[in-house]
T-cell receptor, first 116, second 114 residues
Framework: AQSVTQLDSHVSVSEGTPVLLRCNYS??????LFWYVQHPNKGLQLLLK??????LVKGINGFEAEFKKSETSFHLTKPSAHMSDAAEYFC??????????????FGKGTHLIIQP | DSGVTQTPKHLITATGQRVTLRCSPR?????VYWYQQSLDQGLQFLIQ???????AKGNILERFSAQQFPDLHSELNLSSLELGDSALYFC?????????????FGPGTRLTVL
């Protein structure tokens, strides 16, 4: 079984400062990991994904995440926050157990607030 | 724009009623997934279809059912609706049935049960 824990329900940073959104996962198989973003009243957009290639993954809009198997973590970072980054961020895990890919398992989300 | 379309955008209905939500996947995608997003449960996987066949089930209630048609569009049927079914329902699609394939999400259907 797979699960995801997002360690912070809300994160507030000032514009221009670094962003860190924390995620820990649990998986019985080799997982694929994703970060999705949801802007208010919008659907979900993929930021980046990890699929057992490079452990440091670069995504869109300057975001990146590092897969650390020993820590079962997949934290999302960005060097400099922008006002447009204010949104809900979801850490997501997916497994393929041979019988078919299960649906994605979502964390509860982290609400990112950007202070001017 | 992800290329996944969902209709209707909003749906308001009464308890006990039945509704159908529709999803058209991205061109070429064979796999369709349905998710429910509510304040108390968060985002939950409901069910997956791949090329017309049910592939995986998540936390889908017995009052809910889905199907995928030969043209690959999918419908989610919700019956005997309860107040607690009020939520945002997302459809997503992917090319194949593999864990590493990202899913592309539609804009969602907001269901309000009064």
């Amino acid at each position: 079984a797979q699960s995801v824990t997002q360690l912070d329900s809300h994160v507030s940073v000032s514009e221009g400062t670094p962003v860190l959104l924390r995620c820990n996962y649990s998986s019985s198989y080799s997982p694929s990991l994703f970060w999705y973003v949801q802007h208010p009243n919008k659907g979900l957009q993929l930021l980046l994904k990890y699929t057992s290639a490079a452990t440091l993954v670069k995504g869109i809009n300057g975001f990146e995440a590092e897969f650390k198997k020993s820590e079962t973590s997949f934290h999302l970072t960005k060097p400099s926050a922008h006002m447009s980054d204010a949104a809900e961020y979801f850490c997501v895990v997916s497994e393929y157990s041979g019988g078919g890919a299960d649906g994605l398992t979502f964390g509860k989300g982290t609400h990112l607030i950007i202070q001017p | 724009d992800s290329g996944v379309t969902q209709t209707p955008k909003h749906l308001i209905t009464a308890t006990g009623q039945r509704v159908t939500l529709r999803c058209s996947p991205r061109s070429g995608d064979l796999s369709v997934y349905w998710y429910q997003q509510s304040l108390d449960q968060g985002l939950q996987f409901l069910i997956q279809y791949y090329n017309g066949e049910e592939r995986a089930k998540g936390n889908i209630l017995e009052r809910f059912s889905a199907q995928q048609f030969p043209d690959l569009h999918s419908e989610l049927n919700l019956s005997s609706l309860e107040l607690g079914d009020s939520a945002l329902y997302f459809c997503a699609s992917s090319v194949v049935d593999r864990a590493y394939n990202e899913q592309f999400f539609g804009p969602g259907t907001r269901l309000t049960v009064l």
